[in-house]
């Protein structure tokens, strides 16, 4: 009977997609009262007996639209929004294939505002300065996350490192109503809020809280997503807790609990684990709770998570992390915010290496051997206040705190060989360093408004306090060979203690020239930045058995004092279609050192030039824009590069400042232009870069040819050049309302041409990469994911010196994700990445597959979710790589995470919304 009833339910399924018609439905949308075209307006067609989505777009410039798209229906609802306007509804009789409507008028709406952001529910709304999508029109897999949704939206891309940009501009911040959501990190948000909760995305330029009280132009280059959500979800608790167990003794745990009463929202979040995650995961492959960030993944099965690698030569790392955010509001004058976080890791990590440099006349060879167990511990609290004494008056005070203590084991050996493969000089070190960092930062920003023309009068106050305390126990022996033999014995204990204050005061006041269209801004900046370095080593006595002879040459007593004063002016004009702005600030800087132990070292510079900024932005639609900009910078000089003081702490390399050093300026132009066509479903984008720099501070080494010991130094050259460019092409395809199609074609790269020196010997580099790629989504809705991407990288590098050869490199990835939805609540999911490098040395792999996967089963009535996961599958995970730069290539090895297999459980909890559902659970088919 059940086959029966199986092979019928595919029958009339069958029959349904052959009585679909296609059709093409075009038309204009004016203004009733003069005929104006309007362009953004959202058109969009729903099933008459559920008012499901069917299709939508968007009208161009001259207020036209076209609707292409299949069903076996015989009428549908045509509806027509836009901001300021009343909402327009039709009946469309689907009856042939080419349906013209001619032109559709629409009125002007007394309350529009109101009509448009609550009672409509079209699935995107272009608005001046924001692109709003409505959720619910949007079809997801079934407990999706806010990210899962971010990847349906057009123009919307997220990356396999978790980045996010809307038309290529990148996501640097992601509200909740409005607030932020666990601080700065937009993964623990997109990660971690499900799709049910929400109601709408809006996407608009990023602006602080001041910017936006003034009304000023924002970042245009970033974008911020604000969270909607639903006014029946805002009250209520719901969150997830997970645990696994595995083989090799690897485990993982995470538990997230969120209270949400209108305006008040109370989160809190706990975990560890021992697979290399800084933070935590719910049983799945995608990381939770922040993972995502800037997640990179490498051949050797190693990955860098916001800047901080694991595995792949960091060793094996355990983590823990616990957390919790509060946000309210106090009236109608204060909304407040804070949050915390715990987080701690463990690593052990063994490393070998064997080094090739080259020299302008000969060449060298390093091998190194080390092991480092280290353990931290951080803890960080941040709060935030919004204070609008009234309409015209707003105060911003945001303070944050931080604590930091880490020790670190150490231990290596290193010997050093000349071309004949003669030993030179070798070493051994043994180290254990204890650190206590403390820092305090706090933002206050008070802006006052006048008028109604744009006039305001802002103060910013920004400063900060850190303090580092450090013991340092090192024991090394270096041994120099030759003629002239030496050893170098260390046994010596350093109490480190670093101080720093910095204070920045920043005045503008904005004259409007024409109402809200020309202004001209005030401002003087000044700065002032202290630093107290103090080192005091000792070596061991053996008379007291103690560390108490004070060795002077490895001592040091700085204190650092940069202060800046700018004054500057701008320029701003405001137009219906661009926006452009003229920026100039005079700096007058002066560095100043004080050496409490070395007095002759003392250096005072004073620095004076002239700062320039400028952009011009113009929209050729709602749709299409171009941005240009252009920037003169200066940059002193560190004063570590500036002092003559001779630094002997590593005994092979001796570091030595250049008090005639000049300051830096670069020249740098940056373009980028994007679109998004609505009528066709594509999207391209384009960015480049290019920045002159002049007096560039290059390191200066001289080795020399006998014990291979430098001495290094610093120098100014000219000529160096770098730049940037990269874009992107993407369009979607509707093959019927089960399945989709989304290509994508990209590219980007980078070129350099450099100043530097190879053992005092000038040169100059010149670096080209090019980088690019392929990929397409296949979705068979309920059914099947299929996202592959290529990626090929091509770098070609040339030198002026006969002693580098001219490289070129290619290398190759492949990354294959699949997801396959079974019947009975199954989900098997699949991470593949396979990468070739053909460049690298004889007996190293040259090519290495990676793959994880994962099987889950939902429980409990979809509230449980139990997982089996498996990292490295193939067991390929490998620690040996190469690395080849201007002047060396090196090749590693060091531990990784190698193959385990994990079972975990997850439950989730909600009572959101009536009855504690979450709210329309509704599927939509839609592109």
């Not at 485990?251 to 209270?259: D, I, K, L, R, V």
């Not at 995502?292 to 998570?305: E, K, Q, R, V």
């Amino acid at each position: 009977m059940r086959k029966l009833l199986f092979a019928v339910t595919i029958l009339c399924s069958l029959l349904s997609f052959s009585q679909s018609k296609d059709f093409k439905i075009s038309g204009k949308i004016v203004a009733e009262e003069d005929n104006t075209p309007l362009e953004a307006a959202t058109v969009y067609l729903e099933r008459e007996k559920d008012s499901s989505l069917v299709s939508y777009t968007i009208s161009d410039k001259e207020g036209s639209f076209q609707l292409e798209d299949k069903t076996s229906d015989q009428n549908l609802n045509l509806l027509v929004s836009y901001v300021g306007y009343q909402s327009y509804k039709q009946k469309i009789a689907i009856n042939k294939s080419n349906i013209e409507l001619g032109e559709i008028k629409l009125k002007v709406s007394s309350n529009a505002l109101e009509e448009v952001l609550i009672k409509t529910s079209a699935p995107v709304t272009i608005k001046k300065d924001t692109l709003e999508f409505n959720v619910k029109s949007f079809k997801t897999k079934k407990d999706a996350t806010v990210e899962d949704l971010l990847k349906q939206l057009p123009g919307v891309e997220v990356d396999e490192e978790g980045k996010i940009t809307v038309n290529g501009k990148e996501v640097n911040q992601i509200l909740v109503n409005g607030k932020p959501f666990f601080g700065n990190d937009p993964s623990i948000t997109t990660k971690n809020l499900t799709k049910e909760i929400i109601e709408k995305i809006q996407v608009v330029d990023t602006k602080t809280k001041s910017e936006a009280f003034t009304g000023e132009e924002g970042d245009a280059e970033n974008k911020t997503i604000n969270l909607t959500i639903k006014e029946e979800n805002n009250k209520g608790v719901f969150g997830r807790v997970a645990a696994g167990a595995g083989t090799d003794k690897r485990y993982e745990f995470a538990g997230m609990f969120n209270h949400f009463n209108n305006d008040q929202r109370f989160s809190a979040l706990v975990g560890g684990n021992n697979i290399n995650s800084p933070g935590f995961s719910f049983g799945e492959i995608e990381k939770m709770f922040g993972s995502g960030g800037s997640t990179s993944w490498n051949s050797n099965g190693s990955f860098s998570i916001n800047g901080r690698q694991f595995g792949g030569g960091q060793g094996i790392t355990t983590s823990k992390l616990a957390g919790a955010n509060f946000a309210d509001n106090y009236g109608k004058a204060l909304e407040a915010s804070a949050d915390y976080f715990y987080s701690g890791s463990s690593s052990e990590n063994e490393s070998n290496s064997q080094r090739e440099t080259i020299l302008s006349d000969s060449r060298f060879f390093t091998n190194s051997r080390s092991r480092s167990v280290s353990e931290s511990n951080s803890h960080t609290a941040n709060a935030d206040f919004e204070i609008e004494i009234d309409t015209t008056f707003m105060i911003n005070v945001r303070p944050r705190f931080s604590f930091t203590k880490t020790n670190t084991d150490y231990v290596s050996n290193d010997e050093t060989l000349d071309e004949d493969q003669v030993l030179t000089n070798q070493s051994s070190l043994n180290s254990f360093v204890e650190n206590q960092a403390n820092n305090f930062t706090n933002e206050i920003s008070a802006t006052k408004k006048f008028g109604n023309k744009g006039a305001f009068l802002r103060l910013n106050l920004d400063n900060s306090i850190n303090n580092n305390e450090s013991d340092d126990y090192i024991n090394s022996v270096a041994e120099v060979f030759g003629t002239n033999p030496e050893t170098i014995v260390r046994d010596q204990f350093t109490d480190g203690d670093n101080n720093s204050t910095n204070l920045r005061a920043d005045l503008e006041y904005r004259l409007p020239i024409k109402a809200k269209e020309i202004f001209v801004k005030f401002g003087y900046q000044y700065q002032n930045n202290k630093d107290e370095n103090k080192q005091s080593t000792f070596d061991f006595n053996n008379a007291t058995n103690a560390y108490d002879d004070f060795n002077l040459a490895l001592s040091t007593d700085f204190e650092y004092t940069d202060t800046r004063n700018s004054p500057g002016i701008e320029l701003s004009i405001r137009k219906e279609k661009w926006f452009a702005r003229f920026g100039a600030d005079y700096v007058a800087r002066t560095l100043k050192n004080n050496d409490g132990l070395r007095p002759q070292f003392n250096v005072e510079r004073d620095f004076k030039a002239v700062e320039l900024n400028s952009s011009f932005r113009y929209s050729f639609s709602k749709n299409s824009t171009v941005y240009v900009s252009y920037n003169l910078s200066n940059r002193p000089p560190a004063l570590r590069q500036l002092q003559a003081f001779e630094d002997v702490s590593n005994p092979l390399n001796t570091v030595i400042g250049n008090p005639n050093l000049s300051p830096t300026n670069s020249h740098s132009v940056y373009a980028n232009f994007n679109s998004f066509n609505w009528q066709e479903k594509t999207g391209f984008f384009f960015y480049s870069n290019f920045t002159i720099t002049n007096d560039a501070v290059v390191s200066r080494t001289t080795i020399d040819p006998e014990t291979l010991t430098r001495i290094t130094t610093y120098d100014n050259v000219n000529g160096n050049k770098n730049g940037y460019f990269g874009g992107s092409f993407r369009k979607k395809f509707k093959i019927d309302s089960l399945r989709s199609f989304r290509a994508r074609v990209g590219m980007w790269g980078n070129f350099s041409e450099n100043i530097n020196y190879n053992n005092d010997v000038q040169y100059s580099s010149k670096r080209l990469g090019f980088n690019p790629n392929l990929g397409f989504d296949y979705i068979h809705n309920n059914v099947f994911e299929f996202r592959p991407r290529y990626r090929i990288s091509l770098t070609n590098n040339k030198y002026d010196i006969d002693a580098f050869e001219d490289r070129n490199f290619t290398s190759h990835n492949l990354d294959l994700n699949t997801a396959f939805f079974l019947p009975k609540g199954f989900e098997w999911r699949n991470d593949i990445a396979y990468n070739y490098n053909p460049n690298v040395a004889e007996g190293f792999q040259k090519d290495a597959w990676f793959w994880n996967a994962s099987v889950s089963y939902s429980v409990l009535k979809d509230k449980g979710l139990l997982t089996l996961k498996v990292y490295d599958l193939l067991n390929q995970n490998t620690n040996a790589r190469r690395t080849a730069t201007l002047d060396y290539i090196e090749d590693t090895q060091s531990t990784v995470l190698r193959q385990y297999f994990m079972l975990n459980f997850s439950w989730k909890f909600n009572s959101l919304g009536p009855k504690g559902e979450s709210g329309d659970s509704s599927m939509y088919f839609i592109d």
